[in-house]
């Protein structure tokens, strides 16, 4: 794939505030898109698309909370508004929530976690999708996770989300499939990002536990989730449809 293989096209990415949203965005502006940046957090949209600067495509922000529907209604909006088309979509903002097991998950923590990470993912696909619809084509890429294909202790809420990530992201593969629009997820390992710095800054002995578990022997860097997403946006995926990829060192292979 050559860095001009998405050159006139427009991408929205949520969570592109940090991580593994703002590296998928740098690289789509990289690959000669142009961006939308979506977060919560203002300033780091703002810095994301800052660092855009100097590469093929160009940027934009949007603050959106991707957990309203009005929210992602009005974004979707904004970026054919701003650029003229939706053609890419990366799904990615997420939190972890607190852990705890099961049976003493609070509701709150329950709906907080699965109200951004499956219904944030769901609202998005339905208005991306009702403009690729118009439109006749697009891609889009929901954030997973390594534990939206195996359990978790201590994260049932994320768990079960991701997993729902999972089933989302294959029903309306099939769905849009002869529509022109393909559906596909990646499922990121423990990934070097601040979420995961918020992680060790409370459990510094986690990161042994971490890496022990990878076959790979160390965490992953977000730019390598990155490469994979604007891959499954790209033409070179075109028969790639339904497809939940694990980038995660190995992990989900044991």
């Known amino acids: 794939m050559n860095n001009a293989s998405l050159k006139g096209k427009t991408a929205l990415v949520t969570g592109g505030g940090s991580g593994i949203g703002r590296a998928t965005a740098l690289a ?53 508004d701003t650029y003229g088309s939706l053609d890419c979509a990366f799904n990615n903002a997420g939190i972890q929530g607190e852990l705890s097991p099961t049976a003493e998950c609070s509701e709150e923590n329950w709906d907080r976690i699965t109200g ?45 989300a991701k997993h729902g990530v999972v089933g989302l992201t294959k029903t309306a593969a099939i769905e849009y499939a002869q529509s022109g629009i393909r559906v596909n997820a990646v499922c990121p390992g423990p990934v070097q990002t601040p979420l995961v710095d918020k992680i060790v800054a409370r459990q510094p002995e986690i990161v042994d536990a971490i890496t022990s578990r990878e076959p790979i022997g160390r965490m992953g860097r977000a730019e390598e989730i990155a490469t994979a997403v604007v891959w499954l946006c790209s033409d070179d995926a075109s028969f790639v449809i339904g497809s939940v990829l694990p980038v995660d060192g190995g992990y989900v292979a044991q």
């Open 28 to 80: 789509f502006a990289n690959a000669g898109a142009n961006v939308v940046v979506a977060d919560v957090d203002t300033t780091g949209g703002a810095e994301t698309v800052a660092l855009m600067n100097g590469l093929p495509g160009g940027g934009h922000f949007v603050a959106a909370d991707v957990s309203r529907s009005d929210a992602v209604e009005a974004l979707v909006k904004a970026a054919v």
């Open 116 to 160: 951004i990470n499956l219904k944030g993912v769901w609202l998005c696909m339905k208005f991306e999708i009702a403009q690729m619809l118009k439109q006749g084509s697009g891609a889009i890429v929901n954030n997973s996770s390594n534990f939206g294909l195996v359990g978790s202790n201590g994260m049932p809420a994320y768990s079960a």
